[in-house]
């Protein structure tokens, strides 16, 4: 993700949908610690705007009044911090922190509230973000990065990289567990993931590290990556090859594997990425093995960006993409349908 700059630009239009995505899964009582804590960096970093929107039409809802009352607002941020709030220099950074707390604090609230249990095990995002730039994601999620690439982390995984370095062309990240990178070409940016003392470097590729106790593996499945560390490279992988790295001798193997039947870990995992409705109807079909019909064919058209982690059940990802496109849906044995909608 990157921070929206300053002067009321507007959001990138990926991060918006993305954006969308997690307040529909907020909203639905969905989200997971990990969503919640992205949600509140979007918040903080160029969304006040479009969160304060979401909050006055659930407001709306709830109450029938048009928009919620700043003092509400106001009533909502001393409750749940305990503390009068100091002066703000703007509404609208006031409005930020109020939004962060109750992205943090709420939703606990309001499962709570209607005797929805809290799941403690549940995946986080640790974010820190008032001393430093670094962002730190924990558990089994899915991330866009700011220069486009994009991370499939497994369970138990730890990744962290800082926003501004990626402003300034260093691509860099931080691996602890096992992650699945596809990387955004750049021909004047190497993307480079630190896995320890072992080092990956690409330009634009695909590919996987494992992190295990005194060894790193890293497989290909397109491009070409280079391995190396302690100011040595190991070797350059090709697609279906695999390198196995023992960090205490500094020894390394290479083998020829078949790399998607290596990383099935992933197949468990549903992920749409700014993709059309249409092509994610075929990956659901295939996925739950069930046959989806949209009543209006247009919104086949409609790009949609989401990700299912948790091994979720069909109603619950039908859910989320009627909230984003304004639909309802229904199922029937094998069959779903997907009635009404719009892209906007």
């Known amino acids: ?32 610690g990990a969503e919640q804590e992205e949600l509140r960096w979007l918040a903080e970093n160029g969304f006040e705007t479009q969160f304060k929107k979401w909050i006055d039409e659930q407001y709306n809802l709830e109450t029938g009044t048009e928009s919620m009352p700043d003092q509400v607002q106001a009533e909502i941020l001393v409750n749940i911090l305990g503390a009068t709030p ?137 491009g070409l990556v280079e391995v190396g560390g302690n100011d040595r490279i190991y070797t350059k992988l090709k697609p279906d090859e695999q390198v196995t790295v023992n960090v205490e001798s500094d020894q390394f193997t290479t083998t020829r594997i078949d790399a998607e039947r290596e990383l099935a870990w992933r197949n468990n995992y549903l992920v749409f990425d700014n993709i059309r409705l249409e092509e994610a109807r075929e990956l659901i079909e295939h996925h739950y093995g069930t046959e989806l019909t949209f009543t209006e064919p247009e919104i086949l058209k409609c790009r949609v960006t989401a990700s299912f982690l948790n091994a979720e059940d069909l109603p619950t990802v039908l859910k989320v993409l009627s909230a984003l496109t304004g639909a309802t849906y229904s199922i029937d044995g094998k069959k779903a349908t997907i009635t009404g909608g719009s892209c906007t």
């Open 1 to 32: 993700m990157k921070k929206e700059p300053d002067g009321g630009d507007t959001p990138d239009p990926g991060q918006t949908q993305r954006f969308d995505y997690l307040m529909a899964r907020y909203i639905a009582r969905e989200a997971s």
């Open 86 to 222: 100091a002066k703000q220099k703007s509404f609208q950074f006031r409005w930020s922190w109020a939004a962060a707390a109750i992205l943090l604090l709420g939703s606990v609230w309001w499962l709570t509230a209607r005797n929805v249990p809290v799941n403690e095990n549940i995946a986080r995002t640790e974010i820190h973000s008032e001393n430093s730039d670094q962002l730190n994601f924990k558990g089994k999620q899915y991330l866009n990065l700011p220069d486009g690439s994009s991370v499939l982390m497994n369970e138990g995984s730890e990744l962290s990289y800082s926003p501004g370095m990626f402003a300034k062309g260093i691509r860099t990240v931080n691996l602890k567990g096992e992650a699945y990178f596809d990387v955004a070409h750049d021909p004047k940016s190497v993307f480079q993931v630190r896995a320890g003392e072992i080092l990956t470097r690409v330009l634009g590729t695909a590919f996987n590290v494992r992190v295990l106790p005194g060894e790193v593996k890293v497989t290909v499945t397109r």
